[in-house]
């Protein structure tokens, strides 16, 4: 609380679940930041390799405060347009995989914002992947 996560550069310990619900920043500007607070994934005991996550994040995304300010709807900072709902999604995520996080899922939050704004939850981790982003989107948008 009353602390701006994007200035804490490390924590006493490494932490292996990071949530973010965030107003008046773009995640884009805290995941490089709360990656660094992540702990490494142990080894998978699998031959495959697989079956361990570790570390996460678990992250409110907020189109109001991801869109450009033309795309916000002036004087009450609503979004109603699904494209551009699906734009931040795009962008969001994107990002994310390019930080080299691993999507995982993609829900539409139950609970809208203050104003009634749809927010969206994403689960990632840092086991990076190739999540069909696009593909996300549109099922959390009906299409």
Do not use: C
Not at 41 to 62: C, D, F, Q
Not at 101 to 127: C, H, R, T, Y
């Amino acid at each position: 609380e009353e602390t701006n996560a994007r200035f804490v550069e490390s924590l006493p310990e490494q932490i292996s679940l990071v949530t973010i619900d965030a107003s008046f920043i773009s995640l884009k500007t805290l995941l490089p930041v709360v990656k660094k607070w992540l702990s490494p994934s142990p080894p998978s005991p699998l031959p495959s390799g697989e079956g361990r996550r570790g570390e996460g994040v678990i992250a409110l995304i907020k189109p109001q405060f991801e869109a450009g300010k033309k795309d916000v709807s002036r004087g009450d900072g609503v979004i109603r347009d699904p494209a551009i709902h699906k734009q931040v999604l795009l962008d969001v995520l994107t990002f994310a995989q390019n930080e080299g996080f691993g999507i995982n899922g993609l829900v539409k939050s139950p609970l809208w914002g203050p104003k009634g704004n749809a927010e969206f939850l994403v689960w990632m981790d840092m086991q990076k992947n190739s999540a069909d982003i696009m593909a996300l989107a549109a099922n959390v948008l009906g299409g």
